[in-house]
């Protein structure tokens, strides 16, 4: 066994989490994330109780995610008249041993790099350092092919790469060069954040409207005691025709927020003003709904992808970060078993691979805001009773459907032992 670290392009959300899992191993890493410097960028995201499971067993506590967000109490989906689709409770409250979070995604990455600054000291994190390319070696080592932000090309060894680099990622492009193009389906989401009231629960996920046309907000802090107002995620989206592809520049590109308040001009109830609440927002953001078809294989020799860069899944379950943690986990849990190995990543592979693929066409379908096509093809969107429109334990069977798929069905989650055992090591030659 060689002493080179394992190499991590990217440090987002799944590289940084994939990090704090090496170090607690016993393996040593070196992250090279593209931008020079860190910053909170984003806006709300869910981490589902599956990964929270997977944070508390790295360390990071309930107080510190407390610190970047809000527990989750309720999901629920309402119609264009205001009425109830379906709802159900989140997170502890639903019986799940461990919480959902609805986060600020920035924060919470930033809460992982310190986290692994920390504990690995800031040479583990090498900022302004891109991974263009890599070379399996014939000795049993990888060579990461590394651009600084100044210019200056390096190469370098690693036992093992994986490529946490995202919905762009360089690696999984060298990795599958014949790659269909990014998947666009014709949404476009508006997105941002707005001081507001919290409703319902005070911690629910609404998604409102039709399955073309719809927002979903919910909290992502505690109200300020002083004014009661929570940091309000919301995510307003149509549907045009997609057919020619996406052909504006960027992603998360900021817009104004009156070239798309119009859209959703009337959508106002006794309980929600949502024009009024968009034009809250600092400042607001569009990007399209997109994914990329799954692959038949995450791992080429000594490299690996996890996260975005594996499997870029629309976000209507939520569950996009939460997957990329679980990736880490599962990764860590191989090499444990197999050491720093090839055959570690088969194993990976193996398990994740194929199922998560399955995830990202779920997801592609509409994931559980697939109620709302239901509502739409059986009267339009408009109700008086849901019951008439779908049966409760259609309802409720449809959302079991989807969390056993996603990983997070609560009698097998509650069940499951931890993914790497405590006090798990790997042993290294
Ligand atoms: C700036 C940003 C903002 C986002 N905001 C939201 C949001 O508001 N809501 C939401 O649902 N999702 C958002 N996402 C996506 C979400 O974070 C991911 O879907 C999810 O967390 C999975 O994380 P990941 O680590 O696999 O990928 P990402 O979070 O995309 O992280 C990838 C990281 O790799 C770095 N990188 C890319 N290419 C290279 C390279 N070749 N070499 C080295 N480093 C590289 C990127 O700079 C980034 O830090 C955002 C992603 C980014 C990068």
Not at 73 to 95: F, I, K, M, Q, T
């Amino acid at each position: 066994m060689s002493n080179h670290p394992v190499l991590i392009a990217g440090g987002g959300i799944g590289g940084l989490a994939l990090a704090l899992t090496l170090n607690q191993i016993g393996v040593p890493c070196v992250v090279f994330e593209q931008v020079r410097e860190m910053k909170p960028l984003g806006v709300g995201i869910n981490i589902q109780p599956n990964a929270v499971r997977e944070l508390f067993d790295l360390g990071i506590t309930a107080a510190d995610l407390d610190g970047v967000g809000l527990p989750a109490r309720e999901w629920a989906l309402v119609g264009l008249n205001g009425n109830d689709v379906y709802s159900e409770p989140r997170g502890l409250e639903a019986g799940y041993r461990w919480p959902q979070y609805a986060v600020h995604r920035g924060l919470f990455q930033m809460l992982l790099y310190r986290k692994a600054v920390e504990r690995m000291g800031a040479g583990a994190v090498r900022m302004g350092h891109r991974v263009a390319g890599y070379r399996n070696e014939a000795d049993g080592t990888v060579t990461a092919l590394v651009e600084a932000a100044d210019g200056t090309r390096s190469e370098e060894r690693g036992i093992l790469l994986i490529g946490a680099d995202g919905l762009h990622s360089a690696v999984r492009a060298q990795m599958h060069p014949g790659q269909p193009p990014i998947h666009w389906g014709g949404a476009i989401m508006w997105r941002g954040t707005s001081p507001g009231v919290p409703i319902r629960t005070g911690a629910s996920f609404v998604g409102l409207g039709t399955h073309r046309h719809r927002v979903v907000f919910y909290p992502i802090s505690a109200p300020d005691p002083s004014t009661g107002l929570a940091t309000i995620n919301w995510i307003a989206e149509v549907t045009v025709d997609g057919s020619q592809g996406w052909k504006s520049s960027g992603w998360f590109k900021p817009v104004e927020i009156d070239d798309f308040v119009h859209y959703f001009d009337g959508w106002t109830w006794d309980w929600l003003d949502l024009p009024a609440l968009i034009r809250r927002a600092d400042a607001a953001y569009e990007n399209p709904m997109i994914d990329r078809d799954p692959i038949p294989t995450w791992r080429d020799g000594r490299v690996a992808l996890i996260g975005d860069a594996a499997h870029p899944m629309y976000p209507t379950g939520s569950n996009g970060a939460s997957q990329a943690i679980v990736d880490g986990r599962v990764l860590g849990a191989a090499l444990v078993v197999h050491g720093l190995t090839p055959e570690a990543l088969v194993a990976y592979d193996e398990k994740l691979c194929g199922p998560v693929g399955q995830l990202v066409l779920r997801n592609r379908g509409a994931g559980p805001f697939g109620l709302l096509n239901l509502v739409d093809e059986r009267c339009g969107g408009t109700f008086d009773d849901i019951d008439a429109v779908i049966p409760p334990e259609e309802r409720a069977a449809f959302m079991a459907g989807y969390k056993t798929a996603a990983g997070f069905a609560i009698e097998t989650l509650n069940a499951a032992p931890p993914i790497i055992p405590a006090g798990a090591r790997v042993v290294l030659g």
